[in-house]
T-cell receptor
Framework: DVKVTQSSRYLVKRTGEKVFLECVQDMDHENMFWYRQDPGLGLRLIYFSYDVKMKEKGDIPEGYSVSREKKERFSLILESASTNQTSMYLC???????????????FGPGTRLTVL | DAKTTQPNSMESNEEEPVHLPCNHSTISGTDYIHWYRQLPSQGPEYVIHGLTSNVNNRMASLAIAEDRKSSTLILHRATLRDAAVYYCILRALISSGSARQLTFGSGTQLTVLP
């Protein structure tokens, strides 16, 4: 069974704290993604990575950074957490680009982050 | 990726078939139709995809209209565990850069009644 795991299901942090969200996949996938999901706004892409040490900004990268030091692990970092970063964070992975139209993304269970 | 339109919510009785519609009138000839679902407190999961022909897998069937402007996800016997938000997504043949992401709309909230 394919697996994408996230380090925490629930997290509560204070404004200004540095927050690390970890994602690990066991499918040897090249592509990994971080989304956030908010009511009424759907899933929005924060960052993605197509290889180790490679990253590209998504639609809403402000206030976030990422790290991909190993192929199986993709970390999302909130340098200084703010209340508007309270959200559900979802990690996903996908195999190397074949025909993107037939690809399948595998999602982790999500981390619900609350910033007080 | 082109836009899709789905009903906000649908209800079904347990063990009955469910037909979840999706309109995609601006679909291009090379767009694939994907369906994902998101169970409560879970990340989305892939259900099925197709291009022109109807498709079946262990989870569901996908019926695609002849003009491809609409499609229907069919759950043959709904169970309580099928209660989820179902998303219909179009994927272009060639995607690059940020287009590698999946663009989720608001989806259809399926409620299964016991």
């Amino acid at each position: 069974d394919v697996k994408v795991t996230q380090s925490s299901r629930y997290l509560v942090k204070r404004t200004g704290e540095k927050v690390f969200l970890e994602c690990v996949q066991d499918m040897d996938h090249e592509n990994m993604f971080w989304y956030r999901q908010d009511p009424g706004l759907g899933l929005r892409l924060i960052y993605f990575s197509y290889d180790v040490k490679m990253k590209e900004k998504g639609d809403i990268p402000e206030g976030y950074s990422v790290s991909r030091e190993k192929k199986e692990r993709f970390s999302l970092i909130l340098e200084s957490a703010s209340t508007n970063q309270t959200s559900m964070y979802l990690c996903a992975s996908r195999a190397r680009d074949r025909i993107p139209s037939t690809d399948t993304q595998y999602f982790g269970p999500g981390t619900r982050l609350t910033v007080l | 990726d082109a836009k899709t339109t789905q009903p906000n919510s649908m209800e079904s009785n347990e063990e009955e078939p469910v037909h979840l519609p999706c309109n995609h009138s601006t679909i291009s000839g090379t767009d694939y139709i994907h369906w994902y679902r998101q169970l409560p407190s879970q990340g989305p999961e892939y259900v099925i995809h197709g291009l022109t022909s109807n498709v079946n897998n262990r989870m569901a069937s996908l019926a695609i209209a002849e003009d491809r402007k609409s499609s229907t996800l069919i759950l043959h016997r709904a169970t309580l565990r099928d209660a989820a938000v179902y998303y219909c997504i179009l994927r272009a043949l060639i995607s690059s850069g940020s287009a590698r992401q999946l663009t989720f709309g608001s989806g259809t909230q399926l409620t299964v009644l016991p």
